[in-house]
């Protein structure tokens, strides 16, 4: 899955995934939410008792796994001797935007 293309317009093939976050960039974006979340503190739009909760200590990327499909015919993939055919699923948990994510969850259900 990662390793998947797609053709742009002029017909050059690009990667779909840009590959492994550098530390940098994801301490970067890290610092980006924990600024964003001081704002809405100082604004009033976030109570300082959530702080903790809206991001972790230190930047964490979401983990990519494949779930199998289930309506895949044993016929088509066993075969070729691969695996059965995957479903992307990106899992955000422990990840640096997690706790906003849940925080602005709860609040749009109000």
Do not use: C
Request: proline letters at 5%; hydrophobic letters at 30%.
């Amino acid at each position: 899955m990662l390793n998947d293309t797609y053709l742009n317009n002029d017909n050059v093939s690009h990667s779909l995934y840009e590959g492994d976050v550098s530390h940098e960039t994801l301490k970067l974006h890290w610092q980006m939410i924990k600024e964003v979340v001081e704002k809405g503190v100082q604004l009033g739009y976030v109570h300082k008792k959530y702080v903790p909760f809206l991001y972790p200590e230190s930047p964490k990327t979401g983990q990519l796994y494949g779930l199998v499909k289930d309506d895949s015919s044993k016929d088509k993939w066993s075969k070729s001797g691969k695996i059965p055919p995957l479903i992307p699923v990106v899992s955000m948990s422990g990840a640096s935007t997690e706790g906003l994510s849940h925080w602005v969850d709860m609040r749009s259900k109000k």
